[in-house]
């Protein structure tokens, strides 16, 4: 049972409503948009018809509003949207979608001119958006939406859709389209798309930027951004409809080469019950098959998916298997293992394992064998490879160091010294501390080693680091 003193709704409950309301004054003093929350509870508890005014009388300051928004202030604003967000999906949308729906359309529209204003590079703006867009979807399956003036709506959002506010709009609002709304927006897409475009005169022009081939003008740029709206719109709404054709159709040959669009294809030609249809989209693609050491994972699975729908289980298995080989993928040796008898697996997976250790690039072998686990084999891969270890991979040796740690403590410590060593020969002062927690956590560990074998002593290995590095005082400076 929590304590009466732990912070919660319960126990805050006990405070008493007058209690509560002072303490709401007080902590949103100085706090706009805490204080806009409260106004607007006490607006949503008497009506939510007013709730619905104040939030549309708030959407058009903000977006009268041009001052720009610095780094500091722009959590402000991104609370500010969410707070009109959520008074439109939580409360307003429960007793009047269409109101709703509307309010949504206006919160969206604000999006160019935010991003305008405001740096949101850590897409904190972004993200309220995003959700909007969503929820734009979810309450228009509960509004009663005219399909064809809804259809419009989406054709002309995506017209303005210059900073992916407008992703998954489609898809989200596919139910309130239905078929009459998917047809009307699909037919505007393709009208758009063979509407002729006046192209300026050479002397109005504007160069926007330079390519290998020459100036890009401004009038390229929008007929471009034209045309990968109708494009993307059109297979949004072929995916809607289930038209795995008509999505096929938006790639010309040479787009179809490509693995990650021929995986697309084939996934849909999959859910669609069509197979064959489905391995010729993957064989058609233009592949490394044999590249060493890398894997375009979209396409190898949409061919593993697309070999056990056709039923050839064993070629499911043989591609699983060589994309372990390839880069060391531990999800397709799972499934590679999953699928054999018992005690086979077995012996599959020391097959396996005995491969990773002798890889040719140790570092891979090691991040997986850590990640599988199979912390005997990788302390083993370390004390037999030390000297091809690479201090520089911090993020793949600083938890093979702490899983070895407690077992394996000399391979902990080789691969303590390759960090410590890379830091200090290459004079990497801002990986300092580090280097000095490592070898304080290297003394730490030679306490527990009983043979160092060929490598040196910790004492040896100190000493060495001072004869070879003792003017890096910034280092030294961090031991104790």
């Not at 006990?14 to 209690?19: C, I, V, Y």
């Not at 054709?245 to 080469?257: I, Y």
Request: one cysteine or more; hydrophobic letters at 40%; glycine letters at 6%.
């Amino acid at each position: 049972m929590a304590s009466k003193k732990t912070l919660n709704a319960k126990n805050l409950e006990a405070l008493g409503a007058e209690r509560l309301a002072e303490l709401l004054i007080d902590l949103s003093s100085g706090d706009a948009t805490a204080k806009r929350r409260l106004r607007m509870e006490m607006v949503a508890a008497t009506s939510p018809g007013d709730l619905a005014k104040e939030v549309r009388k708030r959407l058009a300051t903000i977006g009268r509003s041009r001052s720009f928004v610095d780094w500091r202030r722009l959590g402000e604003l991104a609370d500010d949207l969410d707070t009109q967000r959520r008074a439109i999906v939580d409360t307003i949308a429960k007793t009047d979608p269409n109101e709703a729906v509307d309010l949504l359309w206006k919160f969206m529209a604000l999006a160019p001119s935010i991003y305008e204003r405001c740096d949101d590079s850590n897409g904190m703006i972004g993200d309220v958006f995003h959700h909007a867009c969503k929820n734009l979807g979810d309450v228009g399956r509960e509004a009663s939406l005219e399909p064809e003036r809804l259809a419009d709506q989406v054709f002309d959002a995506l017209l303005m859709d210059d900073y992916g506010q407008f992703d998954n709009l489609i898809p989200g609002l596919a139910t309130a389209l239905g078929h009459q709304g998917l047809e009307h927006l699909k037919q505007r897409m393709i009208d758009l798309s063979s509407r002729s475009v006046e192209k300026p005169a050479d002397e109005d022009r504007v160069a926007v930027g330079w390519s290998q081939s020459g100036p890009i003008y401004e009038d390229e740029m929008a007929e471009r951004a034209r045309a990968s709206a109708v494009r993307s719109a059109l297979m949004a709404v072929a995916d809607a409809q289930g038209d795995v054709d008509a999505f096929v159709d938006q790639f010309d040959e040479e787009a179809r080469k490509v693995p990650r669009i021929a995986a697309e294809i084939a996934q849909r030609f999959l859910a669609a019950g069509r197979p064959q249809d489905a391995w010729q989209a993957i064989e058609f693609a233009e592949h490394p098959r044999h590249s060493i050491g890398w894997l375009d994972y979209e396409w190898e699975n949409a061919r593993i998916n697309v070999l056990e729908a056709l039923g050839r289980t064993d070629d499911a298995q043989a591609a699983r298997w060589a994309c372990f080989e390839r880069s060391l993928s531990s999800s397709h040796l799972r499934a590679y293992l999953k699928r054999l008898p018992d005690f086979e697996d077995v012996e599959a997976e020391t097959k396996a394992l005995d491969a990773v250790q002798g890889s040719h690039e140790v570092h891979s072998g090691l991040h997986f064998l850590i990640s599988w686990p199979a912390l005997d084999r990788a302390a083993n891969l370390v004390i037999q490879r030390a000297d091809e270890i690479n201090g520089d991979h911090y993020g793949i040796l600083s938890p093979a160091a702490d899983a070895l740690a407690e077992k394996y403590p000399l391979a902990a410590t080789l691969v303590l010294r390759a960090m410590i060593d890379f830091s200090l020969e290459k004079g990497r002062h801002s990986r300092y501390k580090h280097a000095a927690r490592h070898l304080l956590e290297c003394s730490s560990l030679a306490s527990t080693i009983d043979d160092f074998g060929p490598f040196e002593s910790h004492t040896t290995y100190t000493a060495r680091l001072r004869r070879d590095h003792g003017r890096k005082s910034a280092f030294w400076s961090l031991i104790p």
